[in-house]
């Protein structure tokens, strides 16, 4: 299917978030509420619902990307059967979003099933800011997760989203910590999502803002943006490489492929105007095409509008 709204955009990346609950609680994502944050063993949508609905969308729009999200996808039991099961369709990357707080237990399974690339959410390099980021106190196990998936040859990224008041004094031991383990950082300007819909302006460190605390210790240079990329990157004068996902202040809409599938089989097409398009997993082609139109339809424009959906429940 050839698929192309009027800016030349088409899905090729599925983001799929195989449960919507976690347990971390940051305070971007939830309100911290049991219902959000939990390790209960709740029922999880089978990973063979999961493959038929992926298989389907990759028939039509021959994806290059799967990236596994959530919720926080370590809690998903059959995790490496998806994996495996999406190599077995012959995706190219296979990629995951996770807080790597169970990663250390994990990590070889998942490398072994096929996946290749994680960015492991990390705010802060700090117990207390942690914390007051995660209302969790596993720093140190969130560690131990990236340098186990490291030393198993896991390509990680770190994702930081900066908060001002909360975390924005993390900014220089966040960077640090990527340089010295040679990870790539990236940070994240907070987006208008489920409770801070409305007034995430409160919180927002801008892309300049961040810039200007890391040029307190370093000199850079940006660099040319690739193509479909959510970050911007620059290079010190040492040769380090940070990134910022400017979400506001440079929004990556115009040339955004990116689909996504919940836990409850619907699709969506963009953050901002995300309602559900429910898959039943047997339609014809002609009914998922249609569908897929209908997604596609819902790309903003060139800038994110927010939502009071929290990227717990769509997949960040
Ligand atoms: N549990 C996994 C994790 O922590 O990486 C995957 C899901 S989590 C929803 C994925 C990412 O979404 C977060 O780390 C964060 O980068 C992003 N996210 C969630 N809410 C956000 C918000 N309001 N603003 C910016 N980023 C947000």
Redesign the pocket.
Known sequence: MDLQDKYGRDFKTLRV?LLST?N?G?V??TMGTEEEITTDRKPQTPAAVFLRHIRKLHEQLDLKTIRF?????LLYRELPEVIAGVRAMGIEDIKM???AFLLDRLAPALKDAGLQYI???L?AMDSDSFFAMTRRKQLQRTLKGIETALACGLDIKL?A?MMKGKNDDQVLPLLEYAFKHNIRIRF???????H?FGH?NDYKLSQDEILDIIATRYSFNRLERKTSSTANYWQTDEGHVFGIIA?DTEPFCMDCNRLRLDAEGNIYGCLSTNKAIALSGDETDAQLQQKLQMAMAQKQDMQFTGSEM???HI??
């Open positions: 978030s976690c971390l940051c971007y994502c999200t959530g919720g926080e996808p979003t996770s807080n960015n492991v959410s705010d994702n989203v994240l300007e907070v987006m208008a999502m489920g801070l995430a979400n929290s990227m717990l997949g960040g």
